[in-house]
T-cell receptor, first 114, second 114 residues
Framework: AQSVTQPDIHITVSEGASLELRCNYS??????LFWYVQSPGQGLQLLLK??????LVQGIKGFEAEFKRSQSSFNLRKPSVHWSDAAEYFC????????????FGIGTKLQVIP | DADVTQTPRNRITKTGKRIMLECSQT?????MYWYRQDPGLGLRLIYY???????NKGEISDGYSVSRQAQAKFSLSLESAIPNQTALYFC?????????????FGPGTRLTVT
């Protein structure tokens, strides 16, 4: 069965600093990978996704993520964090084909300090 | 207007009461999902539906039922609410896998069972 691990429950960074959120997955083949963001009081919004091809994917709001098959990782990065990036971030793994099952990680809550 | 709407946004109910959460979408997607979100547990799938005649249990369906009244409407019912069903509930939709795996989320319903 597929699974997702987000090892950091809370992360605090200073505004303007770089950010990396970690995500590791478990799946027998190459999965589909996603990062979603949840702002307070709102639903989840897709930041970016990886299906195949270039392992460095660009998303919205200046985020990017890199798929590393050897490490079973899909870490999210941003070079310079803005206060508006404070939110909860979810990594998810999808099962290609069939039912389209998506499994979410437990989330990483990002706090941005001035 | 929002593509995926949920009503109510907040609800407080008593143990043993029946409650229905409603979801409507204007995206024209066939696939709809119900998740619950609990702190430290991420999102867990309750039920999913591929079309009005195809409804399937997710990983935590006990104590819940659903109804797909139309392509655009998918309701979640708690037949006899209990306190451990207190959570944030999300409805989501997705297009056919051949087009996209992205899931589009509603704003959520915060349910409290006292």
């Amino acid at each position: 069965a597929q699974s997702v691990t987000q090892p950091d429950i809370h992360i605090t960074v200073s505004e303007g600093a770089s950010l990396e959120l970690r995500c590791n997955y478990s799946y027998g083949a190459t999965p589909y990978l996603f990062w979603y963001v949840q702002s307070p009081g709102q639903g989840l919004q897709l930041l970016l996704k990886y299906f195949s091809g270039d392992t460095l994917v660009q998303g919205i709001k200046g985020f990017e993520a890199e798929f590393k098959r050897s490490q079973s990782s899909f870490n999210l990065r941003k070079p310079s964090v803005h206060w508006s990036d404070a939110a909860e971030y979810f990594c998810a793994v999808g099962e290609p084909g069939g039912y389209q099952k998506v499994t979410f990680g437990i989330g990483t809550k990002l706090q941005v300090i001035p | 207007d929002a593509d995926v709407t949920q009503t109510p946004r907040n609800r407080i109910t008593k143990t043993g009461k029946r409650i229905m959460l409603e979801c409507s979408q204007t995206k024209g997607h066939d696939r709809m999902y119900w998740y619950r979100q609990d702190p430290g547990l991420g999102l867990r799938l309750i039920y999913y539906s591929f079309d009005v005649k195809d409804i399937n249990k997710g990983e935590i369906s006990d104590g819940y039922s659903v109804s797909r009244q139309a392509q655009a409407k998918f309701s979640l019912s708690l037949e006899s609410a209990i306190p451990n069903q207190t959570a944030l509930y999300f409805c989501a939709t997705s297009d056919h896998p051949g087009r996209s795996y992205e899931q589009y989320f509603g704003p959520g319903t915060r349910l409290t069972v006292t």
